[in-house]
């Protein structure tokens, strides 16, 4: 059974940091391009971060570049997304979702991830207080 569970969401005050766990099961994390993505009440959802399968290349979105970086731990099965500097404006639901897209993201690389994702979590609720 294909499983993607997000964790690690939580309080912060702005400048602090976060570091949130996507645990994934049922299928092999190297097959899959692994993205974060968040949604804060009554908007779009957002790409926030991607790591492709193709040579590994991580994607940001302006808004975070700089200040989250994603990363994986094939053996623990995991895709982390590591939050410093953090800001009111983080504040979202972070979903972590699979894409089988192998080759390199081209362009914007949300909307592609977008639009391939196929399978992801319940979320995690992370609050940025000012």
């Known amino acids: 059974q294909v499983q993607v569970v997000e964790s690690g969401g939580g309080w912060v005050q702005a400048g602090g940091s976060l570091r949130l766990s996507c645990t994934t099961s049922g299928f092999t994390l190297d097959d899959y391009a692994i993205g974060w993505f968040r949604q804060a009440p009554g908007m779009p959802r957002e790409g926030v971060a991607c790591?492709?399968?193709?040579?590994?290349?991580?994607y940001y979105s302006e808004s975070v570049k700089g200040r989250f970086t994603i990363s994986k731990d094939n053996a623990k099965n995991t895709v982390y997304l590591q939050m410093n500097n953090a800001k009111s404006e983080d504040t979202a639901d972070y979903y972590c979702?699979?894409?089988?897209?192998?080759?390199?993201?081209?362009?914007?690389?949300?909307?592609?991830?977008?639009?391939?994702?196929?399978?992801w979590g319940q979320g995690t609720l992370v609050t940025v207080s000012s």
């Open positions: 790591i492709s399968v193709s040579d590994g290349r991580t």
């Open positions: 979702a699979r894409d089988r897209r192998t080759r390199p993201y081209v362009g914007n690389w949300w909307t592609t991830f977008y639009y391939g994702m196929d399978k």
